[in-house]
C-alpha cells in the first residue's frame, strides 16, 4: 500500500449514495417495460421526462425506505425469447472464448508478432482486447462447469488447462511487443500513441491480476519464482511511458485555452477521442504504472534527457493524476456534447491559418464538427472510472453513469412503435450500437473497430468498485456505493445483451463477426425493415470513414493535394439484398469481416459476462 492512501470519506460516500440511487431509480423507472406473452416489450410504466422528474424529487428527499437493487425479471427494448439463448453465463463465457480464439487463430500470426492486416493504432486496441479478455478468464470460475461437463478433460487438470489457454494469449502478446511498430508510430498522431500506452497498461494489470490470483508470493523465491509473466512487466512499462511522454506534447494551451491537438501534421483540430484517450491514459499511468529505470530513450528532445538518457520515472507521480484532472476540466467545458448528451467530433479554430506569416485567427474552439461516433461515447468511460479510484470523487460515476445512459437511449431502445424501432436515433437504431457506415457499407479499419472500443471501456467502467482493503489501489467504495454502482451497471444488462445477440447473429460460417450487427436481428426472424436511412448532421464530417478532407479547414498548406491522411476508398453500397440475389452477406460488403470487426463481437461478449452473468455466479 503507497503510503497516504485514503479510504473515502464517509459524508462523501453518503452523498454518492443518494446520488446513484437517484440514478438507479431513473434507470428502473425508464427501462422497466411490460411485455407480452412472447417477450416483445409494451409501453414504459412512465415516460422519460415523467422519470427525470421523479429521480429530481428523490435526490431531493433522499431515498432511505427505498432498495437499489434492479429486479432480474427487468425486460426492456427489444428483448426476445431468442435473447434468452445466451441467458445464461456459460453462453457467454464460451462465446467470449469462441470470439477470442477466432480472433487470434484467424488474424494474429505468431512468427511476425501481429495482425498483419491491421494498422498500427487498431493493432494497439486489439492488443488491448486480448489483455483485457484474459483478466475476465483468469478471474472467471467457467472453466471449472466447462471441464466437468466436458468428457475429454479429467476434472483434475482444471488449473492445467486453465493456465494453458492464459499462457497461450499471453505469448501473442509478448510476441506483440517485438511486432508493434513501435519506431512509426512514434511520428504518427497523438491518439494513435495514446492507443499504444493503453494497450501495456492493460497488459501490466492483467498480469499482476493473474500473479495476484495464482501465485502467491513465496518465501523462497530462487526455488519458487514468480509467474514468469511478471518478468516482462518493465518492457511493457517503457514502452508505455516512452508513449504517454511523447502523445502529452499534444496538450496545447495556445488554442482554445487547452485541449490536445489531434495530428501535428494537419491544421489544430481538437477532438473528443484525443481528449478522451489522454484523461484515460493519464489516470491510468498514475494508478497503474510500476515506474521505470529504463533510460533508453528512442526519441527524445534535449531538454528531456540527461546525456543522451531519460530519468527514472516513478510509480502513482501525482503529475499523472493532474494531467488527467486537466483534461477531464477542459473537456467538460468545450461544449462537445449534442442535443442528445453525446460527444461529437471537434472543434477547429476559425480563421486559423499557419506559416511564417500565420495567424491563430479567433484561437477558439468555434468551429465545431457534428459527426459522431461510437467510440466517441466509450473512451471516456474508463477515464472517469479512473478519475473515481484515484480521487473518490463522487461526480465522476455520476457522469460516467449519464453517458451511458444517453448513448442507450440513442439507440432507440426505449422507443416502443414499429416505425420509431427502425429509424435512426443518434448512434444506432433498433436498440443495437451502430456506425453511420455500417449499414452502407464503406466503413474503413477505423470505423470498424470503434464499437468494440465502446464496449471495452463501458466494461472497465463497470468492473466492481474496490470495496476491500486489499483490492484498492487509493479510494475503497462503501459496501452502499459498492452495491448502487453494480445495480447500476446491472441494469444496462438487457441491452448489453440485445447488442451481443445482433452481434452474434452476423458470424460466418468460419466464427467471423461482421461489422453491422443491427441486420444480425434479420437471422432471428425480428422483421427488420429495409429502410436504412442514416442522419448525420450536416456540419459533420466523417473523415474516419473518408479520409481527411483536402481543404484548408483540415489541411496545411503543404499537405493539400498529397494522399497523407486518405483512406482506401470503399464504395457506399445498397443496404439492401439485389433482386436477383437469393442469399446476401451484408456484412461480406466492402472490408467484409476483419480482426477489427472480430473485436467488436468480443468485446461485446466480454461486456456481457463481466458486467451481467459473470456477477450472477
Known sequence: MVPGRLLARPGRSRHMSFRIFSLVLLLRTVISVGTDSTGRSGKPFVDQHTAYEQWSTSSKQGAK???????TDTRAGFWTQNERKIEHSNDSFRRLLDALDVMQSSFFEVWIGTWPDAIDWTAAVMGTHVSASLGVITSSNEYDDTIQASKDLNPTTNVTVKENIVNHYLTHLEAFYFGENAFALRGQAFDDMLWVVLCWLESIKFINLHSALHYPPSHEPKHFPAWFGTQFIPAFAHRA???????????????????????????????????????????????YFP??????????????????????????????LEAAIEGHKWLKSSNMTNSKGLYVDGYHVRGWHGGENGSIGTGQCNVRDEMVYTYNQGVLLS??????????SDGYLEEGHQLIQNVISATGWYNQEEDERHRWAGIGRNGILEESCDARGYCSQDGQTFKGIFFLHLTAFCAPLPSRESDRIFFIATGNLSSLHEASCQLYGPWIRHNAEAAHGTRDSQGRYGTWWTYGLRHRGDGVTDQWDVEVASEGTDYRNHGVPDNKLWRLPETIGSPLFEHEATKEQPPFPPKESDS???NARGRGRTVETQSGGLAVFRALYRIVDMVKT
Not at 65 to 71: D, E, G, L, R, V
Request: hydrophobic residues 30%; aromatic residues 12%.
Open 65 to 71: 425506505s427505498h432498495t437499489a437493487s434492479p429486479s
Open 241 to 287: 511511458r516512452i508513449f504517454y511522454d511523447l502523445a502529452s506534447k499534444g496538450w496545447d494551451t495556445s488554442l482554445c485555452g487547452g485541449g490536445m491537438v489531434w495530428n501535428p501534421y494537419l491544421t489544430p483540430y481538437k477532438n473528443a477521442i484525443t481528449n478522451q484517450l489522454y484523461i484515460s491514459a493519464s489516470v491510468s499511468m498514475y494508478l
Open 584 to 586: 446476401w452477406d451484408p
Open 383 to 392: 477515464g472517469l472510472r479512473g478519475l473515481w479510484e484515484a480521487t473518490g
Open 291 to 320: 515506474g521505470d529505470n529504463n533510460s533508453s530513450p528512442f526519441i527524445v528532445s534535449p531538454q528531456d534527457s540527461q546525456d543522451g538518457r531519460i530519468p527514472p520515472a516513478k510509480a502513482h507521480d501525482p503529475k499523472y
